[in-house]
T-cell receptor, first 112, second 117 residues
């Protein structure tokens, strides 16, 4: 059983639209939930983190967490071509040591 | 500019060579990580160091040997690698507060791209 699952896409949206990215995780002491963005040939960079159930907004980005459903999502409003990248869902588990596991990533294309 | 520095950026080695990857951070982070990333795949956790002690080894083959000489440095020693070990190796760090992970945010270096011939 995979610990963090994402639809690998690709997800294609027109410029200005809302992009919706989803992630589910196995509950093994999961503690923190993250969305990272990775451009081709670059290392991942943090977009959002969320700990508590509900929504968290930061500019054009909104992260949503539902622990009962073991579900995390990321909404990107007013999508721009520069948002085209792979979005990685990550979960930190405490299994006698803290480790952060990544989902397969969703490739997002924003068409101008 | 990244605050986690990895060297070398590129490394080509033969299967009989011994080489090392180096990682350095000066953010005072006490958790450091090695991840391996192959093309179009997510980063795959290899090792975690917490307070300079190895806390997690994800069943990595012994041809990869990590070392954490001090709180700022992390090395990955490579020996007798196979061509399938060719990948981008990412170092990351994160902060502890009171013995617990702070935000848990990972700060990544730019990676070392390894090619094994």
């Amino acid at each position: 059983q995979k610990e963090v699952e994402q639809n690998s896409g690709p997800l294609s949206v027109p410029e200005g639209a809302i992009a919706s990215l989803n992630c589910t995780y196995s509950d093994r002491g999961s503690q923190s939930f993250f969305w990272y963005r990775q451009y081709s040939g670059k290392s991942p960079e943090l977009i959002m983190f969320i700990y508590s159930n509900g929504d968290k907004e930061d500019g054009r980005f909104t992260a949503q967490l539902n622990k009962a459903s073991q579900y995390v999502s990321l909404l990107i409003r007013d999508s721009q071509p520069s948002d085209s990248a792979t979005y990685l869902c990550a979960v930190t588990f405490n299994t006698g040591g803290f480790k952060t596991i990544f989902g397969a990533g969703t490739r997002l294309f924003v068409k101008a | 500019d990244t605050e986690v520095t990895q060297t070398p950026k590129h490394l080509v080695m033969g299967m009989t060579n011994k080489k090392s990857l180096k990682c350095e951070q000066h953010m005072g982070h006490r958790a450091m990580y090695w991840y391996k990333q192959k093309a179009k795949k997510p980063p795959e956790l290899m090792f975690v160091y917490s307070y300079e002690k190895l806390s997690i080894n994800e069943s990595v083959p012994s041809r990869f040997s990590p070392e954490c000489p001090n709180s700022s440095l992390l090395n990955l020693h490579l020996h007798a690698l196979q061509p399938e070990d060719s990948a981008l190796y990412l170092c990351a760090s994160s902060q502890f507060v009171g013995g617990q992970l702070s935000t848990g945010e990972l700060f990544f270096g730019e990676g070392s791209r390894l090619t094994v011939l």
